[in-house]
């Protein structure tokens, strides 16, 4: 007797939890690769893996923007113009991080790797194929997520961590400039605090993020399981599951995914599931009328009951689709309180409701949406 979806999640949960945390790059996260390949194969996906070589590039390049700053703020009396071409250039390069995406790798890489089954629409991969309606692609982390807080929060990619380095190194610039105008060793008061910012930057860079206190990832992994156990010999609409490598430490796993996979914008739909990590399940759309409207129609489903919210903080999977204008919707966890441990069986439930979520999403295309 075949289990249930809810028993199903409590298993994919408890057997991931054994294999403990799952550091970007770590052998556990490659026992967990192995352990969602399995997976994917008895819903009878068709299972690749794919390489990895990552590095925290955004922490690095905070780093060595910080470093450029805070060399800038000890010269800035004595070298203004160098010390101005040190600020400008930092500042430019943050803000080109900003707009088109993490930048060159920069040191010692991890290895990892990112699992990817397909599901071929009935008929597609016969002699007389024919090409899909639909293509959706789900998307879960395979690592454990991370937290920055504390000092390391500095090196953080908030919103208030960027005005904090853009603040500190614009005040070197001014100071600088100020120097050049009108040169007055009184322009120390500028630098002084300008320094000591990007001082604690530069250690909280070389400090890094933390396992966060509660892994919803687990139940991510799970909903993705599920749901591709869940769409079977579609006529119309093919369906990949994919679970990201290194998700926490660097966007390249997905950016490689769309690199090797050129998925066509007008007839992809890309469901990222985040964090599990709350009682509330929510989604949000970046997309057309027609998404969002496909989206809020299965999500009122009772058993679902999810809620469109415009989630606020860092999405890690996200980022790179957005950058691109894929029509995406994000599937994650939310809770009053914030980010809380839940019970096994409450995991379960947000990973079975999930999954009920991306297949109600997936049927209506299948049926014309």
Do not use: K
């Not at 707009?99 to 991969?125: D, E, F, K, M, Y």
């Not at 929060?153 to 009108?182: N, T």
């Amino acid at each position: 007797m075949s289990s249930s979806p809810r028993d199903e999640a409590q298993t994919i949960i408890s057997q991931l939890a054994e294999i403990g945390p799952r550091r970007a790059g770590s052998p556990q996260e490659a026992t967990a690769a192995a352990f969602v390949n399995g997976r994917l194969r008895r819903a009878d996906m068709g299972v690749t893996t794919h390489s990895l070589l990552l590095s925290p590039r955004r922490r690095r390049l905070y780093g060595a923007a910080a470093a450029a700053g805070l060399l800038g703020a000890l010269t800035a009396i004595f070298l203004p113009l160098p010390s101005l071409a040190l600020a400008l250039a930092a500042i430019i390069t943050l803000a080109l991080d900003a707009a088109i995406g993490p930048l060159a790798q920069i040191g010692p890489r991890h290895a990892s790797q990112s699992i990817i089954g397909t599901q071929a629409i009935v008929g597609g991969a016969g002699l007389a194929s024919r090409s899909p309606r639909w293509r959706v692609v789900i998307l879960a982390p395979l690592d454990s997520p991370t937290v920055a807080a504390g000092l390391s929060a500095l090196a953080g990619p908030s919103l208030s961590a960027g005005m904090a380095r853009v603040g500190a190194l614009a005040l070197v610039g001014v100071a600088a400039l100020a120097e050049l105008a009108s040169p007055n060793r009184g322009w120390v008061l500028l630098v002084a605090p300008a320094a000591t910012l990007l001082a604690l930057q530069l250690a909280a860079t070389l400090r890094g993020p933390r396992p966060a206190p509660h892994d919803g990832n687990l139940g991510a992994l799970a909903a993705m399981v599920l749901a591709a156990q869940r769409l079977c010999a579609l006529e119309y609409v093919e369906v990949w599951a994919a679970a990201v490598g290194a998700s926490s430490l660097d966007p390249g796993g997905v950016e490689d995914l769309l690199r090797i996979y050129p998925f066509e914008r007008e007839r992809t739909l890309i469901i990222a599931i985040e964090q599990l990590d709350g009682e509330q399940l929510c989604y949000g759309v970046d997309g057309p009328q027609e998404i969002v409207s496909l989206a809020a129609l299965a999500a009122e489903v009772p058993l679902i009951a999810a809620a469109q919210r415009a989630r606020a903080h860092g999405a890690a999977l996200t980022e790179p689709l957005r950058r691109r204008g894929l029509r995406t919707i994000s599937v994650y966890g939310d809770s009053a309180g914030g980010a809380a441990a839940v019970a096994p069986q409450v995991a379960a439930s947000q990973s079975e409701r999930a999954a009920l979520l991306i297949a109600a999403i997936v049927q209506q295309l299948e049926g014309g949406g």
